[in-house]
């Protein structure tokens, strides 16, 4: 007997419905990025190791899913290359090429490339799957689709106000209570400064995005096996531990450093935008968190994340500022800014909220039995009429029994069914059922479509 077929962990299909619920969010992030000037572009699912490592850090690279070259890939292969402690040594040897690991990357590499076709600023979004080597757990997966919306070439903070009125828009439609979390790398690299770990700051602030995850003693347990001392710690406790309004922890925050010059443009920034935000009426709060670090070493401004406030799940959205990142491919001085949203931790926190639309998952609105050949071809003239009219219509393809026929339409929800036999032939009628009530009507073909979309 042959294996039972299955799909790699950290991956999934979906059905019928759930692409339905998938598209209703997907449809819902597009709506509004085109709503903020926004244009969509693609790009390929295999970009080059040169263009994707380096650009996450050391945790980062070791998540990239790499691919093995075409042909003979072991060709010129030796003895020391395949020694088990070379395993990156071996895999710049046979792979070119990695699947991408955020969007946000191949998109850097795309403006350098496209450099002298585009408009600065230029406002994109992109909504694909991206690849990630994590172990699966609830809420992550290998494979997964980010929705990302960027600017490049442009310093303003406006940007940064704009992409939190859209975050605020996106989760407001689709019903979702969130808090929209904001901190500042800068902000950040003062608070290292200050505290005598300036040259540790990429450890710091991967471990204090952790503070969710490990707890407070878990992040000064990595601290201290990075080595920043015992001291430094002792003076960041109470300022990730800093509560209040944001008014108030920016008070602070200007005393605790004011001796930091980088300190102090990171405060300023995250004043400017938090002050612009206010007045705009955003239904989700939008709260300054020093612990907020977001782990990828490209951002060097305001940083986003979002979280779901009635599941407990990770950020169900992140981004940032990110000023270097296409230096690294030969184009300095290009800032840029974004946003991305995780679809599929979106999907997961609308499903166990149940906030669908009642409308997602309806496909099809009008099915018509099928009785026979001559009755057959009388519904696929009548169901071209009702599909010209904007209802969505399908024509049973056999003529089976109606029960049969009946509970096709009960599984897949159809709300109505059409009956056309010999006497309503006869007649030119149609017998329409509401699946629902039970409710039979006959009606002329021209009524038809009215009383579907009643």
């Not at 890939?73 to 690991?101: H, M, W």
């Not at 609308?350 to 519904?379: H, K, S, W």
């Not at 006497?423 to 017998?431: I, L, N, R, S, Y």
Request: net charge negative; hydrophobic share 40%.
């Amino acid at each position: 007997m042959a294996n039972k077929p299955s799909i790699p962990k950290g991956t999934r299909d979906f059905s019928p419905v759930e692409m339905a619920r998938r598209n209703y969010i997907f449809d819902t992030i597009r709506d509004v990025y085109a709503l903020y000037g926004f244009r969509q572009i693609e790009t390929p699912a295999m970009e080059t190791l040169n263009t994707l490592m380096g650009k996450y850090g050391e945790e980062g690279d070791k998540l990239l899913f790499k691919i093995l070259n075409s042909g003979n890939f072991a060709d010129g292969l030796t003895a020391d290359d395949l020694d088990a402690g070379q395993s990156t040594r071996l895999a710049a040897r046979i792979c070119e090429k990695g699947l991408r690991y955020d969007l946000t990357v191949p998109f850097a590499r795309y403006v350098v490339q496209h450099r002298e076709e585009l408009q600065l600023p230029f406002k994109r979004y992109q909504i694909q799957p991206v690849w990630r080597a994590d172990r699966p757990q609830k809420g992550r997966y290998r494979e997964f689709y980010q929705c990302d919306a960027d600017v490049v070439g442009s310093d303003s903070l406006l940007n940064e106000v704009e992409l939190l009125q859209i975050i605020d828009t996106v989760f407001t439609r689709l019903g979702i209570r969130v808090a929209i979390k904001v901190n500042n790398r800068k902000l950040l690299g003062g608070i290292a400064e200050i505290i005598g770990a300036a040259d540790k700051i990429v450890d710091l602030t991967v471990a204090i995005d952790k503070l969710d995850k490990i707890g407070l003693d878990g992040v000064v347990g990595e601290l201290t096996a990075v080595g920043i001392a015992p001291e430094a710690i002792e003076r960041l406790r109470p300022i990730i531990a800093l509560t209040g309004s944001n008014a108030d922890k920016l008070d602070t925050m200007r005393s605790v450093l004011a001796d930091s010059t980088t300190g102090m443009k990171g405060i300023e920034e995250c004043a400017f935008v938090l002050s612009a935000i206010e007045p705009l009426g955003l239904t989700n709060r939008v709260e300054l968190d020093l612990t907020l670090a977001r782990g990828l070493n490209y951002y060097t401004g305001c940083i986003f994340e979002v979280k779901a406030l009635d599941v407990e799940i990770g950020s169900i959205t992140g981004g940032g500022r990110y000023d270097n990142l296409t230096g690294i491919f030969g184009l300095p001085g290009l800032s840029g800014v974004g946003i991305s949203f995780g679809a599929d931790r979106i999907y997961d926190v609308l499903n166990q909220l149940d906030l669908y639309p009642e409308a997602t998952t309806t496909g099809v609105r009008l099915l018509f039995l099928n009785f026979g050949q001559a009755e057959a071809a009388c519904c696929l003239r009548l169901a071209a009429t009702a599909r010209a009219a904007g209802i969505a219509t399908e024509v049973y393809p056999d003529a089976a029994k109606m029960k049969k026929q009946m509970s096709y339409a009960n599984a897949l929800g159809v709300p109505y069914v059409a009956l056309v036999g010999a006497d309503e032939m006869a007649q030119g009628k149609v017998t329409l059922k509401n699946m629902a009530t039970g409710e039979q009507r006959l009606l002329a073909p021209e009524e038809l479509a009215d009383a579907v979309r009643a």
